[in-house]
Structures are given as C-alpha cells and as structure tokens.
C-alpha cells in the first residue's frame, strides 16, 4: 500500500525529533486546569531547552577548542 504523505513531519528536521522526549520528560506527572496552563508549561519547556542547548553548545565549543 502506498501512502501520498511522507513518513515524518516536512517541517521537522530529523535532528528535532529528540525534544519530544525531552518534553515528555518535562510534561510527565503535570495535570493541567486548562489549554492555556499547558501552553505555558510547553513555552516554559522550550525556553529550558533552548538554555540548556546554548549552554551544551558553549561547553563544545570550549572542547574543540581544546582539541586544537
């Protein structure tokens, strides 16, 4: 059988695929009143990541540095 759509989202890339676990992990055990308390915790959970990634970034930049 063949499907007219691809087999991921056109719009993510396969290096994106990995912050849903994260968000997951983040999300897990939380119970939200309503859609807006879970927008914000998403936005809040992104916000974290994109830290977190920054900070990864800078301490592998320091790495290859030392490589050098």
């Given at each position: ?45 992104r ?14 930049l ?6 050098c």
């Amino acid at each position: 059988e063949m499907f007219d759509h691809p087999p991921y989202r056109p719009d993510l890339a396969p290096s994106d695929f990995h912050l849903f676990i994260k968000l997951k992990e983040f999300l897990r055990g939380k119970r939200f009143r309503s859609d807006e308390e879970l927008e914000n915790a998403g936005t809040t959970c992104r916000s974290e990541l994109a830290a977190e990634e920054y900070d990864m970034g800078i301490l592998k930049l320091v790495d290859r540095y030392d490589k050098c």
